[in-house]
């Protein structure tokens, strides 16, 4: 490998092996990831803050990432940036290091073994086969460049798996086409039938307070990754079909399913 702007001061933490313990697996990776962040050269992490800022030029929510990853050593993250340094890694692959393109590891074969292997971890009802080979789809979509089918189906699949998750918990249960708040947990709600992404986090978040943590799940304006999420699924938001919202979405997809197969 050719390090022509920074190079590995230490020994390189290598990415962590299989784990036989299932319900552990994505804790284990949050706490390799924060290991090998805390064991960066200087001149890595200031390489890696780098290139998310250049992200940041594509989508403003790869500077949230970069914020996170800047912090005092010691300091709580966020599970998607964590994530996301799991993934880094594969820099330690690359021949040069400036050719590398954080957005590829989606094409990745570790970032499909990793990613599915969560989902099969995961799987929650009879729709799990079914979902896996959508986003599939999601995956070959990316690879070819296809953005305005990937963003809009993994926005939908996001939502499907925390539609699985609180069926599979009971805390939803669904009569013909409708999913009702078995717990009454949402106020004001007619039947207590649960139409939107906004009262299945609230749920979500009585069920596991660490969902409120979960970017994916928020409902506030913390993120422009879930703020202009309802106009680009409803067709008044036609500017955010890109690579790099794809790769946000998917980096979600993977950090939402490890945490949720650690729920039971």
């Known amino acids: 490998m050719q390090y022509d702007d920074f190079d590995f001061d230490g020994p390189v933490t290598k990415i962590a092996a299989n784990h036989s313990v299932q319900l552990l697996a994505g804790k284990q990776i949050l706490t390799d990831a924060q290991d090998y962040l805390a064991s960066m050269s200087k001149k890595e992490h200031e390489f890696l803050q780098q290139h998310l800022m250049k992200l940041a030029q594509q989508d403003a929510y790869f500077q949230v990432l970069a914020d996170e990853l800047k912090q005092a050593a010691g300091a709580k993250m966020a599970n998607d940036a964590l994530n996301l340094v799991h993934f880094w890694q594969l820099i330690n692959q690359a021949k040069d290091v400036n050719d590398f393109n954080l ?7 570790f970032f499909k073994d990793e990613l599915f292997k969560a989902f099969d971890d995961l799987s ?10 959508v ?11 296809f953005y305005a089918g990937c963003v809009p189906l993994l926005y939908a699949q996001l939502e499907g798996l925390l539609t699985d998750v609180l069926l599979a918990q009971g ?6 086409t409708k999913f009702l708040d078995l717990y009454k947990i949402v106020p004001g709600l007619k039947g207590n039938e649960i139409k939107s992404l906004w009262h299945k986090a609230k749920i979500a978040t009585e069920m596991n307070a660490y ?15 879930s703020m202009t999420r309802h106009n680009i699924l409803h067709g008044t938001d036609v500017a955010h079909f890109t690579q790099a919202r794809s790769f946000i979405l998917l980096l979600w997809l993977f950090s939402v399913t490890s945490f949720m197969r650690s729920i039971r």
């Open 171 to 176: 805390f939803l249960t669904q009569k013909d």
């Open 135 to 145: 986003i599939e789809q999601a995956l070959e979509m990316y690879k070819l460049g």
């Open 211 to 225: 969902f409120g943590e979960l970017a994916a799940y928020k409902m506030d304006s913390s993120s422009n990754v």
């Open 124 to 133: 929650q009802n009879a729709n799990s086969q079914a979902r896996r080979a």
């Open 103 to 109: 957005l590829d590891v989606v094409n990745d074969q």
